[in-house]
């Protein structure tokens, strides 16, 4: 047997979205319908009852993990997912390229953004000749989209504990980074974090990418702005515990990253953008042809919680009712119950109706042959609540691959 997880991002919602009815409830969803009434149903609390979960924390207890043990911030999934190799220890920071001016001793930041300019990989280019004199310290640097990247710094004697560079304000000076508690750690990796940030503004004011920004009267990125510094944990992976092939379709950084870690395969699929507009039969075809190498394969849809947070209850129903017919149309008919077990659930609840990640249990849907089927007809919050399966939290890896038979046993 395999597994197949597919997450819908935010999927749950309240009846407070649609005038009595979740978004969920309100769509057609005929093949999740189908696969419900062959299957069993329950109510999961991403992390613990009454918790409101980050995508991260909930990714990472969805994978078998205990957030309170491992999660250190998401500057270090976040680097994992946008393709720098990570290791347990390395200290992660996000980054922004942002617009400075020079006003002769300070540098002031006009646009933190750099006018959400398109050249950040030219720029990281010139970053990679940036060698400081504390050899036993490695910075490595990625531009995800837009102006939007991350630094990974790997050495001995690092801390996580020191305070941004990004002053988070317009107007306001690059800030110092400072230790945040007295340690040799701390101190150290506060030094080479500012003399990281001056060599990169040296290189970066006079780029050609820049100057010719200058010419057009667009804002510069001649400076990094590095926040919310993270340890990258020592994560078990579910991959070696379980001496399996995992692969994982994702179009966010954060949710490749938080799979990489857990030992998947992270691969690239054109047209997958982690947005509304993705490609969602290209992600069932990849999911399809990935089951063929892998014993679990994660797939995540992300446009269900973009919706959500724009508080647009419309789009979130309407994309509901794309991933029934885009991604489970087809792809249900053709798994073999024999073969596969299949869940499909959210990392969390996102009523449009509130705009944010609420604590509300989220659906989950079971099927395959091992599955006690129950007696839900169709697949919402209502039915999931009267669902076979009960109310559990998180751990929807582990529950899956139980039903495969992988994994040892806990004792005798
Ligand atoms: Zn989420
Ligand atoms: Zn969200």
């Given at each position: ?5 597919v ?7 309240r ?5 009595g ?24 609390d991403?992390?613990?009852?009454g ?7 909930s ?15 998401r ?18 920071f ?66 996580a ?5 990004d ?16 340690s ?5 990796t ?62 966010g950084?954060?949710?490749?990253g ?8 992270v ?12 490609d ?18 994660f797939?995540?849809?992300?446009g ?66 091992p599955?006690?089927?129950?007696a ?8 999931a ?28």
């Open positions: 047997m395999k597994a197949m997880l997450i819908a991002d935010g999927l749950g919602g009846p407070t979205d649609w005038n009815a979740t978004c969920l409830e309100q769509a057609e969803t005929p093949h999740m319908d189908r696969l419900a009434r062959e299957g069993a149903l329950g109510l999961m991403p992390i613990a009852p918790v409101r979960p980050g995508s991260d924390t990714h990472l207890s969805i994978f078998g993990y205990d957030p309170a043990e491992v999660y250190t911030g500057g270090a999934f976040e680097a994992l997912g946008i393709g720098l190799n990570v290791r347990g220890g390395d200290v992660c996000r980054a922004n390229f942002a617009t400075v001016e020079d006003t002769g001793g300070d540098l002031i930041v006009r646009d933190r953004r750099a006018g959400r300019l398109a050249e950040g990989q030219e720029l990281a280019e010139a970053l990679q000749e940036l060698t400081l004199n504390d050899g036993d310290v490695s910075f490595t640097f990625r531009a995800s989209t837009e102006h939007r990247g991350a630094l990974v710094l790997r050495g001995p004697g690092l801390s504990e020191v305070t941004d560079s002053p988070h304000e317009e107007g306001k000076p690059v800030a110092v980074c400072k230790p945040q508690r007295e040799d750690e701390a101190r150290r506060a030094e080479l974090v500012n003399a990281f940030s001056r060599r990169a503004y040296e290189l970066l004011r006079d780029h050609p990418v820049n100057r010719a920004r200058r010419q057009q009267g667009k804002p510069e990125g001649n400076v990094l702005l590095l926040r919310g510094a993270a340890v990258m944990p020592h994560l078990d992976a579910v991959t070696e515990q379980y001496r399996i092939q995992g692969s994982c379709i994702a179009g950084a954060l949710y490749k938080v799979a990489g870690a857990a030992g998947l395969t691969l690239d699929v054109p047209g997958v953008t982690g947005d509304l507009k993705t969602l039969s290209a992600k069932a075809q990849a999911a399809e042809r990935a089951l063929e190498s892998s014993q679990l394969v797939v995540h849809i992300k269900t919680d973009n919706a959500a947070h724009d508080g647009e209850a419309e789009e979130k129903s309407r994309f509901i009712e794309r991933i029934d017919k885009e991604f489970f149309g087809g792809l249900a008919d053709r798994l073999s119950r024999g073969d596969v077990v299949l869940c499909f659930s959210g990392d969390h609840s996102t009523p449009p109706a509130v705009g944010e990640h609420t604590a509300d249990p989220v659906p989950a849907l079971f099927w395959g042959a599955i006690r089927r129950d839900c007809e169709k697949f919402d919050e209502i039915a609540g009267a669902g076979g399966l009960g109310r559990f939290s998180g751990r929807l890896v582990p529950q899956l691959l139980g039903y495969c038979d992988l994994g040892g046993k806990f004792g005798a």
